[in-house]
């Protein structure tokens, strides 16, 4: 079972990295005028700079750890959680709006906690079974559900051909974020030469490195012309969401790994989707409606009813 010292400092560091993370539903939205690829470029080339720079008083000391093992597994694990995922959300997010990219991919803390649950070599609290965590992973599942009816009612106005791309983002971005996710914590648990903070800014490297591939197809291949505002936004943009999801909101991600059992840790994503709803109310100037108040007292509960369950 989980310390109450680590459990407190694991829900923490959650709730902050899903503030930061949430942002990112928003910058497809405001970023409109370029194209999926184009966000997802911008977004890693400002990621791996200020990776760089920040691993930059440390980089020797961090390069003499590193073994063609690490170098593999940050590229891997960059195409997956960053790369695929994002160009998934910004599809999603541009073709059938915010609500239904954050119900889809708000999903995320049952499939990490399921796809998670067989092996428990994470780390601690091995001992929380599976069937323990049913009734409150139920409940996340009944907030997507509200988010879902609310969310399909208006995506059904946009047309049925942008709503069918936007849900095959949004499957993308789930099922590889998973992915991610269970293979960063158990690597994170089995590598404990780098913290939690130099494993980010790893990541951020390899990010950078991948995203100098999809440069040119993303911005010469057709691209449009663009004013030298919509430059100064897209770059604002990308480099904010870098710095405040990438860079702190990962770094926060992976100490919660350490600190948590990915039973738990997984759970913790709930917290991107409800800060995703908030800031997208906010975007739009309104209130949220019934089934999403409804959602979001469901998610928490459901994640405070499974921090419980993990208590010591």
Sequence with gaps: MTT???LLLGLLCGVIAGAF????????????????????????????????????PNWKAV?????????RDLLLLSLLGNLIYYVGLAVAVQSAGVALASLVIGLLPVTIT???????????????????LIAPLALIVAGGVCINLDAFAAAGRAGAGRTLVGLSGALLALAVWTAYAVWNARRLAAT?????????????????LLSLVIVVPAFAVGGETHAASAWGLFWGVSF???IGASVIGNGLWNAASRLLPLSLSGQLIVFETV?????GFLHEGRWPRPLENAA??????GVLWSARRHRA
């Design 114 to 132: 399921l796809v998670g649950a067989p092996s428990r070599k994470e780390g601690p609290g091995q001992g929380t079974p599976i069937r323990r």
């Design 63 to 71: 390069m003499a750890r590193m073994d063609g093992r690490d170098w």
């Design 4 to 6: 109450p010292r680590n």
């Design 296 to 301: 979001i007292v469901l998610m928490l509960a």
């Design 21 to 56: 993370w949430g942002g990112v539903f928003l910058a497809p939205k405001l970023l409109s005028d370029f194209t999926p690829l184009q966000a997802t470029a911008g977004r890693y080339l400002a990621y791996g700079l200020a990776a760089a720079v920040l691993l930059a």
């Design 240 to 242: 904010a969401v870098a």
């Design 192 to 208: 404990p030469k780098f913290n939690s903070h130099e494993w980010s800014l790893l990541t951020g490297v390899a990010t950078g």
């Design 275 to 279: 800060f995703a709803l908030l800031y």
